[in-house]
């Protein structure tokens, strides 16, 4: 027989919107879509999405551990030209 998990013993996961642009040579720009005021700016995609990763959870978990909804906006802010869409699975 398998072994089976409680609905409490698996962490939270969120769904994490990021829109990320080129606007000049080596410099990658991210903001999260369905979050107010997150941005940040890196040489690299990747780069940038190690820069969000913690921002967002560190954020999030504060909210849940004060007993509040986590901070995401529906619907999502609106994409900018130029933006390429990425989904970001954010476990805590």
Not at 28 to 54: F, S
């Amino acid at each position: 027989m398998l072994p089976t998990t409680e609905v409490r013993d698996v962490p939270p996961a969120f769904g994490i919107l990021v829109y990320v642009s080129t606007d000049e040579p080596g410099v990658v720009r991210g903001r999260v879509g369905n979050m107010v005021d997150i941005a940040v700016t890196g040489t690299t995609e990747r780069g940038v999405m190690q820069k969000l990763v913690p921002l967002c959870k560190r954020l999030i978990q504060e909210a849940v551990s004060q007993g509040r909804e986590a901070p995401l906006v529906d619907p999502p802010l609106a994409m900018l030209d130029g933006e390429q869409k990425r989904f970001l699975p954010l476990h805590l």
